[in-house]
């Protein structure tokens, strides 16, 4: 991979980049590959990055019906954590957060990870508990994270209205001081230029129309650019996963819906940890620009909508405007909403199916940013040698119909 002096730097920012080295190729479809993985974004990318590097596996398709990182990972508010409750989550969660942590140097590309620290507001005894309970399961796991005082919160955060006089008041909050932000589009493009670089062909503008099933069997797609064979298929398309499963005649225990957000106009430094606070449905960190990037719960009902709606985004605001009196004077400078798949128990499926040759990575909800490292790291494994990988076993399709439920329903409890 060429690497650029100060000077070359400079002296293609005159010239207008005339000469500059695209980040990655932009190659016309082979007819056949080892593995097609459909879905160009965070875990896909992911997943061919470590097939090449982990298994040596680089005749691999990523297809993409759109542009690179354009669906969710382009659409969420980047937060990055692992204080989950169940074991299973706390594994894959803490995988991906190891990750995260030298991502930058692994991929030789700046992600903006920022470990600033992250706290999960508790407004009601029943979130107290719930948090502490929490804490006492992540310390069994080894993952680092504690139970903090209002005094200890409002030291943290000064614009946090600590009243006892609301509707809502803080008691408490889970904190786990490695958690933090990073950039979601240098994650997706990081992950495409060292795909790329061993040899994987990434192809945008190419939509899977139809998958080919002979004698249970997976053989390949067909694309609005033409026929691919293929032996292996993987699907990681957040929010369309039924979309394409129904091609292959296979039933998913998942719904699809509307995850909306919002940033405000850009302010001086208010904020230098990550918020989150279940009772009130919302959540915000403050961006390197000043922007403050505010989430809330999915949308009740399905949809593929990536629009968003005013009631939403009103119903967030006015929570958190309580609890941030701050935020009230702000203008919205842009907003948006991503598609999102949701399980029963809000927790992943990464597995084989009974398709053989035929993989999926779905389910995430609202927890598939964080995960992107550790996803890509099992889902390759498990896809190089055709049997899930141990920390992905619990996360099989089979556990729906054994009763090995993973519930992360309260870990999960709000979009984050």
């Known amino acids: 991979m060429q690497k650029y002096s100060v000077f070359t730097l400079a002296r293609n ?40 590097k982990e298994h040596n596996i680089t005749n691999v398709a990523v297809l993409e019906k759109g542009w690179l990182g354009g669906g969710n990972t382009g659409r969420n508010t980047t937060i990055v954590r692992s204080n989950y409750l169940q074991d299973e989550s706390a594994a894959i969660y803490q995988l991906a957060h190891g990750l995260y942590e030298d991502l930058s140097q692994e991929l030789n590309f700046n992600i903006m990870f920022s470990p600033r620290g992250l706290l999960m507001l508790c407004q009601t005894e029943h979130d107290l508990r719930v948090m502490t309970r929490n804490a006492h399961a992540n ?45 979601h589009d240098a994650v997706a493009w990081g992950y495409a230029r060292m795909a790329d670089y061993r040899g994987i062909d990434i192809i945008q503008n190419c ?26 298929v993987a ?6 996963t039924t979309r ?9 225990p998942i719904e699809s819906v509307a995850l909306q957000a919002l940033v405000s106009e850009p302010v001086k430094p208010v904020l230098n940890v990550v918020i989150m606070a279940h009772t009130v449905h919302g959540y915000m960190s403050q961006s390197d620009k000043g922007e403050l990037v505010i989430g809330g719960g999915t949308d009740a009902y399905n949809n593929y909508s990536q629009r968003g709606s005013f009631p939403a985004l009103q ?17 919205m400078l842009r907003q948006w909403a991503g598609i999102v798949d949701m399980t029963g128990d809000r927790s992943p499926i990464i597995s084989t199916t009974d398709i053989h040759g035929l993989f999926v990575n779905c389910g995430w909800g609202t927890g598939g940013f964080k995960s992107i490292p550790g996803s890509g790291f099992v889902f390759a494994d498990t896809i190089a ?20 439920l993973i519930d992360e329903s309260a870990a999960a409890g709000v979009a984050h």
């Open 13 to 52: 920012a005159v010239n207008f980049h005339k000469n500059w080295d695209r980040a990655w190729r932009s190659p016309e479809p082979k007819p056949a590959y080892d593995v097609i993985i459909i879905g160009a974004g965070g875990h896909g990318l992911a997943t061919a990055y470590y097939l090449a």
């Open 235 to 240: 699907i990681v398309t957040a929010g369309n």
């Open 139 to 183: 310390r069994l796991f080894g993952i680092e994270s504690r139970m903090i005082t209002p005094r200890e919160i409002k030291k943290m955060v000064p614009i946090l209205n600590t009243s006892r006089d609301v509707r809502y008041p803080v008691l408490g909050a889970l904190y786990q001081r490695r958690g933090g932000t990073a950039r």
């Open 315 to 331: 119903q967030t605001v006015t929570a958190l405007v309580e609890t941030f009196p701050i935020i009230g004077r702000l203008k």
């Open 244 to 252: 394409l499963t129904d091609m292959a005649g296979l039933r998913m």
């Open 207 to 232: 939509e899977v129309t139809d998958i080919h099933v002979s004698r249970g069997r997976v053989t390949g797609v067909t694309t609005t650019r033409g026929r691919i064979k293929a032996a292996k």
């Open 385 to 404: 040698n055709n049997r899930p990988h141990d920390i992905a076993a619990p996360f099989s399709l089979d556990r729906f119909v054994e009763g090995r």
